[in-house]
């Protein structure tokens, strides 16, 4: 095989040589080195075990990583159930209790405890004090607790 050779510019010419191999030089071929024969051959380890899934280690800081994700989970997964952003119930000294009659609607009540308030605002501290989930929820003869008059 032949060799190229780039020469660079001189006195404003460039060149390329392409040398024919020498025959002189053996040409070289890759032998693999052999182990030599007093060197011990590396054997099992009679200790060791099939491997599995279940066997992953985990560092410390993985540790530790695992630990808080499932703190964070546990944290999340009670707050679902506690709520605490949810604002504490009115104290029973801001709230009246006011028995439904028949033909009565919860507008016509916020219209009567409140007459200068917006009757839909008191309509949802009627429902949210008597944990109801629509208007029409009311009967004659139920018993509801009301924002107290201003």
Same mark, same amino acid.
């Given at each position: 095989?032949?060799?190229?050779?780039?020469?660079?510019?001189?006195?404003?010419?460039?060149?390329?040589?392409?040398?024919?191999?020498?025959?002189?030089?053996?040409?070289?071929?890759?032998? #693999?080195?052999? $182990? /030599?024969? *007093?060197?011990?051959? !590396? +054997? =099992?380890?009679?200790?060791?075990?099939?491997?599995?899934?279940? %066997?992953?280690?985990?560092?410390?800081?993985?540790?530790?990583?695992?630990?808080?994700?499932?703190?964070?989970?546990?944290?999340?997964?009670?707050? #679902?159930?506690? $709520? /605490?952003? *949810?604002?504490?119930? !009115? +104290? =029973?000294?801001?709230?009246?209790?006011?028995?439904?009659?028949? %033909?009565?609607?919860?507008?016509?009540?916020?219209?009567?405890?409140?007459?200068?308030?917006?009757?839909?605002?008191?309509?949802?501290?009627?429902?949210?004090?008597?944990?109801?989930?629509?208007?029409?929820?009311?009967?004659?003869?139920?018993?509801?607790?009301?924002?107290?008059?201003?």
């Amino acid at each position: 095989m032949a060799s190229t050779t780039y020469i660079p510019v001189f006195e404003g010419r460039a060149r390329v040589v392409i040398e024919p191999e020498r025959v002189d030089e053996a040409p070289r071929r890759h032998v #693999a080195r052999r $182990r /030599p024969t *007093d060197r011990p051959v !590396p +054997a =099992a380890c009679a200790g060791s075990s099939e491997p599995s899934l279940h %066997g992953a280690r985990l560092t410390r800081r993985g540790r530790v990583v695992v630990g808080l994700a499932w703190l964070v989970l546990i944290v999340a997964g009670a707050m #679902a159930f506690v $709520r /605490p952003w *949810d604002g504490a119930a !009115p +104290a =029973a000294a801001d709230t009246t209790t006011v028995a439904v009659q028949a %033909g009565d609607t919860l507008w016509a009540l916020a219209s009567e405890i409140a007459p200068s308030a917006d009757p839909r605002e008191t309509v949802a501290a009627i429902m949210e004090l008597n944990g109801l989930s629509s208007a029409t929820d009311i009967r004659p003869g139920d018993t509801l607790r009301v924002p107290a008059a201003h």
